[in-house]
């Protein structure tokens, strides 16, 4: 059967975006392109290990929001994706981009709590006692989309913001990917997807 299409959007380190590659690439779906607005990211020379076609759309040569969207919306849909993951994208995009593809986000934090770029920092710093991720749909509201999985852990007494990351980073890599896995097999509904992630 033919693989569904992915397209990868990242900004940094990538750790997330290998992770797709190393599990899914060619075996559950494609990796058709990944692309960042950031000209030195890290994620860069991952994704070309593994031979992924990356574009990079650098923000800062754009006058304006819209022109940037404009630009990365129509880069995203000459590889038609079936689904557009967004790893570790730090960039808020208008809803010229959010209204036209089909996108999920990880996030760092247990939504609703946490919203926006700091969001480690501030679950960590929090005097709740949990940490979590959650992936979502995108929508134009910034972190606001449907949840459609989570998962979290306990704060240890002596946790590090070091020791916090690490299991966050730990949650992402293994959910992301599952998550991904079931919406492009057709489970369309965040409680059935719940129901093979949990
Ligand atoms: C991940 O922890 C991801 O959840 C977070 O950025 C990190 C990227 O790591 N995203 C956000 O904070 C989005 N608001 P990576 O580049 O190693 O995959």
Redesign the pocket.
Known sequence: MKHKNIVIL????????LNIIEKLHQKECHVTAAITNRPLAK?IEKAQRHNIKVEVIDHKEYSSRDAFDTQLLETINHYQPDLVV?????RILTPLVTDNIRAI????SLLPLFK??N??FESFKSSEKQGG?SVHWVSSEL?GGEVIAQNSFDKEEDETLESFTTK??KL?HQLLPETIVQILKGVSTSEEVREFTE
Not at 105 to 108: A, C, I, K, Q, Y
Request: no cysteine; net charge negative.
């Open positions: 990242f900004s940094g380190e990538g750790s997330n975006l994620g967004m790893a570790g994208f730090m986000n990880v996030h760092p926006g770029g969001a480690i991720i972190d966050i980073q992402e």
